[in-house]
């Protein structure tokens, strides 16, 4: 029994009361991934799991055996950056840092989310094929993600550079 996580093959921990945070931080050393409330309402511990965003701290290891984790440690190809990556730094999306995996992953979730045309709560036509990105529609969709200083706008900018043309 194994969970992919970043490429490879990790064993799920016999203690089936391991949160994925956990494993990944206190077995696996991918310190990346924040604990930050560990109640799921600050975002600082999202990862990919096949692709789309989840909050790890609530998650527990064993519910993905056979399942793809990507942490903010598997986005970069080698020594290059994911795109949006590359897109805080140059916006300075953030500041002491420490909520910015969390972001980043979120953000790469809310973009195929986008691309799949699932509406969120400020969605105007809930039948529509596509959702209009918008500033609007990124906040809502970002709104579980919490940055508490204040790099706020630079998330943003670096979020619209990277994906403003996803649904467009």
Request: hydrophobic share 35%; net charge negative.
């Amino acid at each position: 029994m194994a969970i992919e996580i970043n490429g490879s093959q990790v064993p799920v921990p016999d203690d089936p009361r391991v949160s994925l945070l956990d494993l990944l931080r206190e077995s696996l050393h991918l310190t990346g991934t924040k604990k930050g409330c560990n109640q799921g309402a600050c975002g600082a511990c999202t990862v990919l799991v096949d692709g789309e965003r989840i909050v790890s701290c609530l998650a527990l290891a064993v519910q993905y055996e056979g399942r793809s984790i990507t942490t903010i440690e598997g986005l970069s190809d080698g020594d290059a950056l994911h795109p949006l990556q590359q897109a805080f730094i140059d916006h300075d999306g953030f500041q002491c840092g420490y909520c910015t995996p969390g972001q980043i992953c979120s953000a790469i979730g809310m973009a195929a989310e986008l691309r799949r045309g699932l509406p969120s709560h400020v969605t105007g036509d809930l039948t529509a094929e596509r959702v209009p990105f918008s500033r609007v529609e990124l906040q809502e969709r970002m709104s579980g993600n919490l940055c508490c200083c204040g790099a706020h706008n630079g998330i943003i900018d670096a979020i619209t550079e990277t994906f403003g043309e996803v649904a467009a």
